[in-house]
C-alpha cells in the first residue's frame, strides 16, 4: 500500500534563516508559506512529488532529527564541493573528516552529512548500480569504486 515518503516537517528556530539555507542555499523551490502561522513548504524531487514542511516553533522544542535527500549518482559526484562552495561543513557517517563519502555496504548507497542552521542532520544519498555487500559494512566511496573497477 505505501509507495513512498510524500512529506516530512522540521520545527526550525527562525524560519527566515531556515527560509534563506533551503531555498537560497539548497535550492529548493517554495511550495507554500505562511508567515502568521510561521510554516513554510518545499517542494523535493519537483512539484507534487514530495514536499518539506519547516515550523517556526519555541528553541525548547526544536529537537535534531535527520533525514537524507536522494540525489543523482553523478551529483554525488560533485556533492562536497557543492555543499562547501556554499559554506556548509561535511561529514561521512563515520565523522571521521577524511574527506569523501562513504558507501553502505547493505544498500549500497553512497552518502554525504551536512547539518542545517538549527543542527538538523541532512544527507544527501545516491543508490549505486552494484550488488549489495553487507559483509563490507561502511566503505570509503573510493575504495569501493576500486573494488568495482572504477574510479569517481
Not at 514536499?51 to 554525488?76: C, I, T
Amino acid at each position: 500500500m505505501i509507495k513512498g515518503l510524500y512529506e516530512t516537517h522540521l520545527n526550525v528556530t527562525d524560519l527566515q534563516r531556515s527560509h534563506h539555507f533551503y531555498e537560497k542555499v539548497l535550492g529548493l523551490p517554495l511550495a507554500s508559506e505562511n508567515p502568521e502561522r510561521g510554516y513554510l513548504f518545499y517542494w523535493i524531487g519537483g512539484e507534487h512529488h514530495a514536499m518539506l514542511g519547516l515550523w517556526e516553533k519555541d528553541p525548547a522544542q526544536v529537537q535534531r532529527q535527520h533525514f537524507a535527500f536522494q540525489v543523482s549518482l553523478e551529483d554525488m559526484k560533485h556533492a562536497v564541493e557543492y555543499l562547501e562552495n556554499k559554506g556548509i561543513a561535511t561529514r561521512n557517517f563515520l565523522d571521521d573528516d577524511i574527506g569523501e563519502p562513504y558507501v553502505f555496504g547493505w544498500m549500497p548507497a553512497v552518502s554525504v552529512y551536512f547539518a542545517d542552521p538549527d543542527g538538523h542532520s541532512l544527507e544527501f544519498i545516491a543508490v549505486l548500480p552494484d550488488e549489495a555487500k553487507p559483509e563490507l559494512g561502511l566503505v570509503p566511496w573510493s575504495e569501493w569504486e576500486k573494488m568495482h573497477g572504477r574510479s569517481i
